[in-house]
């Protein structure tokens, strides 16, 4: 278990083993409190079950435009695992009687809404070739990439961080009060739950690990968890 008062867990929102992942991840910790990379209006619409319904109506379309019935199957199935952050979190927050926050800025839910109307994958063709397999092999090979253990990765993490500090600077600033305030209940130990790319170290202070560097954070790969 993680000393340290925060603890990042770094996720890759499309692992189709993140929500077995991150269930173990929290066991192994123990955190007092959890922050997690949602907002209550993210959460809400997701947990209504509209969003995948709509998401139902918007696959049928475009099998009129060739996507086959076994790649539709195979997006509705991952549709119901990538947002496993929240699910599990609170669910383990209500198991075991530790507050879990939603920390992300209200702005997501349109970040959110606005990638959902786009193709899963840029068109029917590309999306005819997904599969779990590939999408796994994608996980491992993007947690292998932020293996923060390698200090060698640190010049690469900068390089990542500025250059994603548009699209993210603004939840990041929203997030950081959102953490700042929980910590002054004198929480013992905070487990932050968020995508990799908030995880990054920099010497910018660009993401929101680094904002945090006052308190010594620590962080893992969520991949780090299957060897504990």
Not at 100 to 110: C, F, I, Q, R
């Amino acid at each position: 278990m993680s000393e340290a008062r925060i603890h990042f867990i770094g996720t890759v929102h499309s692992d189709p083993l993140g929500a077995k992942r991150l269930e173990r991840a929290l066991h192994y910790e123990r955190p007092n409190a959890i922050a997690v990379e949602c907002s209550p209006e993210l959460w809400g619409h997701i947990s209504s079950g509209e969003w995948f319904e709509a998401e139902k109506r918007r696959l049928k379309k475009y099998k009129k435009l060739g996507l086959t019935n076994s790649a539709y199957k195979f997006i509705l199935e991952e549709l119901q695992y990538q947002n496993f952050e929240p699910i599990v979190s609170l669910e383990y927050g209500k198991k075991q009687g530790v507050p879990t926050h939603l920390t992300d800025s209200p702005k997501v839910l349109y970040e959110f809404l606005s990638h959902h109307r786009s193709p899963p994958c840029g068109n029917v063709e590309n999306m005819n070739r997904l599969n779990r397999n590939i999408r796994q092999q994608n996980a491992e090979t993007t947690y292998t990439d932020f293996n923060f253990s390698t200090p060698d990765t640190l010049m690469y993490e900068h390089r990542i961080a500025n250059g994603q500090r548009n699209s993210f600077i603004d939840r990041d600033d929203y997030a950081e009060k959102k953490i700042r305030e929980i910590l002054a209940d004198r929480i013992e130990k905070l487990v932050i739950v968020c995508g990799l790319a908030h995880c990054l170290h920099d010497r910018s202070r660009n993401s929101l690990f680094s904002r945090l560097q006052e308190y010594h954070p620590t962080r893992a790969t969520l991949k780090w968890y299957d060897d504990q």
